[in-house]
């Protein structure tokens, strides 16, 4: 039997995985298609495929997760495979099914590979049996409410609900007692079935200070499987991984082969084909649980790529051609040190809410050895709610642990990003903090250091505001006068005549603001994009970046944002938002709790708003009555729209 012959491939999938999918595919002389939703008919990874087809509709339910619009793709651009990126249908048997059956290639495991690992249930049920050690839980077919209070009664609370389909935190809820089950096993059902159209969940203990640590596997059509070493995954919130590293460490050489070769052993019990990743739960005795098997990509593969010089892209693509494994177990290199992040379009200090908008500023690190941006968004592009909101991945190398953890702090620093809320301050933080710097990981990591990681912000220092008026007022676009280019009224430096030249600004940055008076006299000078300062002696250089009527000052390692403040504006604003609560975000209703003149308590949940994939509950902050409803289900509504109108008791 001949070869595959792959020339063309279609990318199923949106986001920085379809740009580092499509970069592969073209040095190796590939073309590449682009599947898009409206929504997405402009984004990056659209812009850069050699071929485009739109898949029409927002959401991804209409668009991303429509298996007969994307084979349709497939054949009209002349696509001979298919690669599913991460999250959507990757790790749908369905879609790999629908593949074969259309004669395409799927750049993926066997249907059958899919069906036994893809579920968390079966999973697990897979691998007692073959004897691997499993955290206690419950992975049954029953799904009602009782079962479940049953089942977490035997288990010990805190407990953790899954869903038995997913993947990156969705449909996962932890659960401290009984009285939390009900809305949360309910909560997470309709998050599982938005996300993966499967609501079936799975409960286990929820282990107190594990790591996560994970194992790549590769095998190829002739019955080669081996492991690419490591990865820990510890650094987590919300059940969704924020750093990763490879190898992991600590790990000796004895237990990474124990861990590696279980790995290899679950996945050729099912005739495994490509790219897999076998997650483990590691307790501070050495001891590790099996957890689940991810049978495709992982967001984090670039650190794997880093530490063994292979593109596992290609590797795909090549198993997918019928070709073998390049290398033996032992032939498997292990060099240097690396660590990953992701960086999010969200809210850190709003409990990590999702943020959408317009990147009126994104500025990348600069390139060089040892450094890696993955990223699937540029400056001016929208930040859509309907899908996941990683905007991309910022991967360091370095020879050893610390040459990696300083070189990717020297990129966060360097990387910029205006117009909409982000977790690179607090990445940074994570990077930067000593606990992490001694390799002290956990899955508890974030909770334990959250008053450092979340500081309550501090009032901003004088000096700062002198450097943000100067930064604002030199940056200001002067606007000549066609009439008269030398008047002193096209100058805009506070010039008075017989007066000492003077600027009056209020400026507003981060929820802070400030009245100034700029003079004459001045320790600070902009030249392009750089503030200089001098205070106590000391010369300082900060990036100033103005974007309209915005100015972005690189000030203590964080881009702050300043803009121009009207304090009577204000108020007349907060008057006339008195008493509402609403949208934190641009999203979807898909519950509606209350109605008007019902008397709620505080902490009562008024509506639940899906946006990204996940649902967020807008809440009583106090004890009143239901004045108004202004939004119902179904209802698409945008960030700052009034909800509801809560009437203090």
Not at 12 to 37: D, F, P, Q, W, Y
Not at 185 to 198: C, I, K, T, W
Not at 462 to 472: K, L, T
Request: aromatic residues 6%; charged residues 25%; proline residues 5%.
């Amino acid at each position: 039997m001949s070869a595959p012959v792959i020339t063309t491939l279609l990318v199923a999938n949106r986001g920085e995985i379809a740009c580092r999918v499509m970069r592969t595919a073209k040095a190796l002389g590939l073309t590449t298609v682009a599947v898009h939703s409206a929504t997405d008919r402009d984004a990056r990874h659209s812009r850069e495929a050699d071929i485009r087809v739109d898949l029409g509709g927002s959401k991804a339910a209409d668009s991303y997760l429509q298996i007969d619009k994307l084979i349709a793709a497939a054949k009209a651009s002349g696509a001979q495979a298919i690669h599913p990126g991460y999250g959507f249908l990757s790790e749908n048997a369905g879609f790999a099914r629908a593949i074969e059956s259309a004669g395409l290639i799927f750049l993926g495991p066997p249907a059958s590979a899919i069906d036994a690992m893809g579920s968390k249930s079966a999973a697990k049920a897979l691998m007692e049996t073959a004897g691997v050690p499993l955290v206690p839980g419950y992975h049954g077919e029953a799904q009602d409410l009782d079962t479940f209070r049953d089942a977490c009664e035997r288990i010990g609370y805190p407990v953790l609900l899954k869903a038995t389909a997913g993947g990156g935190g969705k449909g996962m809820k932890v659960v401290e007692e009984v009285s939390q089950l009900a809305e949360a096993l309910a909560s997470a059902q309709r998050e599982a079935q938005s996300s993966f159209g499967d609501s079936r969940m799975l409960v286990e203990k929820y282990l107190l200070k594990p790591r996560h640590v994970e194992i790549q596997i590769f095998a190829d059509q002739h019955g080669n499987c081996l492991y690419l070493n490591e990865r820990d995954c510890s650094i987590q919130r919300r059940h969704q991984k924020v750093v990763e590293e490879a190898p992991a460490p600590g790990l000796g050489p004895e237990l990474r082969r124990a861990m590696g070769e279980a790995a290899v052993r679950s996945a050729q019990a099912i005739g495994y084909v490509g790219a897999g990743t076998v997650e483990f739960l590691l307790d501070a005795r050495g001891e590790f649980f099996f957890m689940e098997m991810n049978t495709r990509l992982q967001v984090e593969h670039p650190v794997t790529e880093a530490i063994t010089g292979l593109d596992l892209v290609a590797w795909q693509i090549r198993v997918a051609r019928g070709e073998a494994l390049p290398m033996t177990q032992e032939q498997v290199p292990l060099l240097g040190h690396a660590i990953e992040v992701r960086l999010y379009a969200e809210d850190p200090g709003n409990d990590f809410l999702p943020a959408t908008g317009r990147l009126e500023l994104y500025r990348e690190s600069a390139p060089g050895p040892g450094r890696r941006v993955d990223s699937g968004v540029e400056e001016g592009d929208e930040v859509s709610p309907f899908y996941d909101p990683m905007l991309g991945k910022l991967i360091a190398w370095g020879e050893d642990r610390e040459q990696a953890r300083l070189r990717l702090l020297s990129m966060l620093d360097e990387f910029a990003i205006g117009g909409l809320k982000t977790n690179i301050n607090f990445l940074r933080r994570i990077i930067a903090h000593p606990a992490f710097a001694a390799a002290e990981l956990d899955t508890g990591f974030i909770p334990r250091y959250h008053e450092q990681l979340l500081p309550i912000p501090a009032p901003l220092s004088d000096e700062f505001w002198q450097a943000a008026a100067q930064a604002f007022a030199q940056s200001q676009p002067s606007i000549p006068r066609v009439d008269d280019p030398a008047s002193p009224w096209a100058i805009s430096n506070g010039f008075r005549a017989g007066l000492p030249n003077e600027t009056s600004l209020h400026l507003m940055c981060e929820g802070q603001d400030r009245a100034l008076t700029l003079g004459d006299a001045t320790s600070a000078h902009l030249n392009g994009e750089h503030l200089s300062t001098e205070h106590n002696g000391l010369r300082r250089k900060h990036r100033a970046i103005r974007r309209d009527g915005v100015v972005y000052l690189q000030w203590q390692g964080e881009l702050r944002r300043i803009e121009s403040y009207d304090p009577i504006s204000a108020v007349e604003a907060s008057h006339s938002h008195q008493g509402g609560l609403t949208a934190p975000m641009n999203g979807s209703i898909v519950r509606v709790l209350v109605e008007a003149g019902q008397t709620v308590e505080a902490g009562a949940q008024l509506v639940v708003l899906e946006a990204m994939k996940m649902e967020h509950s807008i809440r009583a902050p106090h004890a009143g009555v239901i004045k108004a409803l202004y939004c119902q289900e179904g209802e698409m509504v945008s960030e700052g729209a009034a909800l509801v109108e809560l009437e203090e008791a």
